[in-house]
């Protein structure tokens, strides 16, 4: 099983930018999918999640409206574009599998 994310970087506050993680080495559209982001001197924290099909998405309290997860069972990718960024959302973001984690992307959102 291999987790690449890709798409992080630094932007100023209420920027966008979106994360895809390409996803390898298992039946991709049988699993739901998650984010996950840990802030330095924080826990990691659940950001988003997609079910198999793509039609169930859970979101976190903090980024409920300004987050959007989403998939591509065919190029077997999920993405979060994140929009209304904010200086909070710094964090290393995580693409997640079962047990399996991706090695991360540095957001960092400051002007």
């Known amino acids: 099983v291999q987790l690449v994310e890709s798409g992080g970087g630094l932007v100023q506050p209420g920027g966008s930018l979106r994360l895809s993680c390409a996803a390898s080495?298992?039946?991709?559209?049988?699993?739901?999918m998650n984010w996950y982001r840990q802030a330095p001197g924080k826990e990691r924290e659940l950001v988003a999640a997609?079910?198999?099909?793509?039609?169930?998405?859970i979101y976190a309290d903090s980024v409920t409206g300004r987050f959007t997860i989403s998939r591509d069972n065919i190029k077997n990718m999920v993405y979060l574009q994140m929009n209304s960024l904010m200086a909070e959302d710094t964090a290393v973001y995580y693409c997640?599998?079962?047990?399996?984690w991706g090695q991360g992307t540095q957001v960092t959102v400051s002007s």
């Open positions: 080495g298992f039946t991709f559209s049988s699993y739901s």
């Open positions: 997640n599998f079962r047990e399996y």
């Open positions: 997609i079910i198999g099909s793509g039609y169930h998405t």
